[in-house]
């Protein structure tokens, strides 16, 4: 099993769509949980902090569930400039500074 | 903004070849990391440096890989003796903590080919 399972998609959403993306981790040692964007052929951009009460930031929205090992990210309307890889990343199970990126989730938002 | 820088931007050399990947944390960083990322798969974490040695590493770095900060601003990885399949993009990336909130920041990456 995978230590961090994205679904790949791509998902192809309309402009103004909202869109939420899962990710499940297997190690319950995780302790810390990020949304990472990557636009193709560039750097990983931090986008946001996962905690188990939830956070928001403008239109986005994550939420940790530590008992189902699971994190979600919500998008809510869409625009075309959110179009990237989504990238669930878990860290401190070995120590804070290993973290472990899942596979990325494929965003293509069509105007 | 602060950003971390890499150089070169694109390497390419030949199999068998020493090769030295070059960044600069952003300056008031502490902790500093290398990633791999071979084409069209995930990011992989490969090392993280804190107090002038290595304090976590994976088991892609073995014993061809080095890294070193030779002095108070730059820190670089050294692949030994470059394989085809080193081939990838690698990206340096530092942060303030290493705790809970650990946030890193990347840098833009070198694409290293091996011929």
């Given at each position: 099993?995978k230590?961090?399972?994205?679904?790949?998609?791509?998902f192809n959403?309309p402009e103004?769509?909202t869109?939420?993306?899962?990710?499940?981790?297997s190690?319950?040692?995780?302790?810390?949980?990020?949304?990472?964007?990557?636009?193709?052929?560039k750097e990983p951009?931090?986008?946001?902090?996962?905690?188990?009460?939830?956070?928001e930031?403008g239109?986005?929205?994550?939420?940790?569930?530590r008992?189902?090992?699971y994190?979600?990210?919500l998008?809510?309307?869409?625009?075309?400039?959110d179009?990237?890889?989504?990238?669930?990343?878990?860290?401190g199970?070995?120590?804070?500074?290993?973290?472990?990126?899942?596979?990325?989730?494929?965003?293509?938002?069509?105007? | 903004?602060?950003?971390?820088?890499?150089?070169p931007?694109?390497?390419?050399?030949?199999?068998?070849?020493?090769v030295?990947?070059r960044c600069?944390?952003i300056?008031?960083h502490l902790?500093f990391?290398?990633?791999?990322q071979?084409l069209?798969?995930?990011?992989?974490?490969?090392?993280?440096?804190?107090?002038?040695?290595?304090?976590e590493?994976?088991?892609?770095f073995?014993?061809?890989?080095?890294v070193?900060?030779?002095?108070g601003?730059?820190?670089?990885?050294?692949?030994?003796?470059?394989?085809?399949e080193?081939?990838?993009?690698?990206?340096?990336?530092?942060?303030l903590?290493?705790?809970?909130?650990?946030?890193?920041?990347f840098g833009?990456?070198?694409?290293?080919?091996?011929l």
């Amino acid at each position: 099993r995978k230590e961090v399972e994205q679904d790949p998609g791509p998902f192809n959403v309309p402009e103004g769509a909202t869109v939420a993306f899962n990710c499940t981790y297997s190690n319950s040692a995780s302790q810390s949980f990020f949304w990472y964007r990557q636009d193709c052929r560039k750097e990983p951009k931090l986008l946001m902090s996962v905690y188990s009460s939830g956070n928001e930031d403008g239109r986005f929205t994550a939420q940790l569930n530590r008992a189902s090992q699971y994190i979600s990210l919500l998008i809510r309307d869409s625009k075309l400039s959110d179009s990237a890889t989504y990238l669930c990343v878990a860290s401190g199970s070995g120590g804070y500074q290993k973290v472990t990126f899942g596979t990325g989730t494929k965003l293509q938002v069509i105007p | 903004e602060p950003e971390v820088t890499q150089t070169p931007s694109h390497q390419v050399t030949q199999m068998g070849q020493e090769v030295i990947l070059r960044c600069v944390p952003i300056s008031n960083h502490l902790y500093f990391y290398w990633y791999r990322q071979i084409l069209g798969q995930k990011v992989e974490f490969l090392v993280s440096f804190y107090n002038n040695e290595i304090s976590e590493k994976s088991e892609i770095f073995d014993d061809q890989f080095s890294v070193e900060r030779p002095d108070g601003s730059n820190f670089t990885l050294k692949i030994r003796s470059t394989k085809l399949e080193d081939s990838a993009m690698y990206f340096c990336a530092s942060s303030l903590t290493s705790g809970i909130d650990n946030e890193q920041f990347f840098g833009p990456g070198t694409r290293l080919t091996v011929l």
